[in-house]
């Protein structure tokens, strides 16, 4: 069954920081990889995806990601930190089978940024 | 602008009460979801629908109901039977396709008070 992980509920980072939230996931077919971000009372905002093909994956606000099957991780980085990443961010993965389109979420680390 | 809106923002409900929240996208999505938010919990699916009439349990359907009659639209009840139902309950839509981003409406929070 698939499943997310994500290491660390909670990341504190100094403005121009580099920006790591680290995300494992399990699956038994060859996963479909999101990352999103949630400001507070907000809807989520996808960051970026994976598919297939290159596995650096590049998405909005500087973010990127690599997939590393053999790691099964997807690992979200932004070189320079900046106040308004402050948010809480979401690894999720495709349930695949049936179930098609809809996600598995891991529980979410929520990131800090101070001045 | 095309997009999901989730009504209301904000909705106070009194215990044994049915409630239902309001979901409406206009991208033309065949998918539609719904998840349930507690703190420090993630994203838990309650339902989906891949078609128009019909939908699927996800992981914690008991005590909601859902129903799938237009396309552009997919009501969550939740009903008195629903053991802790005060959280943040978040629609979503996307297009047919594992590989489709899901596009997420703003959220209603319900308190049961």
């Known amino acids: 069954a698939q499943s997310v992980t994500q290491l660390g509920s909670h990341v504190s980072v100094s403005e121009g920081a580099l920006v790591l939230l680290r995300c494992n996931y399990s699956s038994s077919v060859p996963p479909y990889l999101f990352w999103y971000v949630q400001y507070p009372n907000q809807g989520l905002q996808l960051l970026l995806k994976?598919?297939?093909?290159?596995?650096l994956v590049k998405g909005i606000n500087g973010f990127e990601a690599e997939f590393k099957k053999s790691e099964t991780s997807f690992h979200l980085t932004k070189p320079s930190a900046h106040m308004s990443d402050a948010a809480e961010y979401f690894c999720?993965?495709?349930?695949?089978?049936?179930?098609?389109?809809?996600?598995?979420f891991g529980k979410g680390t929520t990131l800090s940024v101070s001045s | 602008d095309g997009g999901i809106t989730q009504s209301p923002k904000y909705l106070f409900r009194k215990e044994g009460q049915n409630v239902t929240l309001s979901c409406e996208q206009n991208?033309?999505?065949?998918?539609m979801y719904w998840y349930r938010q507690d703190p420090g919990q993630g994203l838990r699916l309650i339902y989906y629908?891949?078609?128009?009439?019909?939908?699927q349990k996800g992981d914690i359907a008991e005590g909601y109901s859902v129903s799938r009659e237009k396309k552009e639209s997919f009501p969550l009840t939740v009903t008195s039977a629903q053991k802790n139902p005060t959280a943040f309950y978040l629609c979503?839509?996307?297009?047919?396709?594992?590989?489709?981003?899901?596009?997420f409406g703003p959220g209603t929070r319900l308190t049961v008070l």
């Open positions: 999720a993965v495709t349930r695949g089978g049936q179930a098609g389109t809809a996600l598995i």
């Open positions: 629908s891949q078609i128009v009439n019909d939908f």
């Open positions: 991208l033309n999505h065949d998918a």
């Open positions: 979503a839509s996307s297009r047919a396709g594992g590989g489709n981003e899901q596009f």
């Open positions: 994976y598919t297939t093909g290159a596995t």
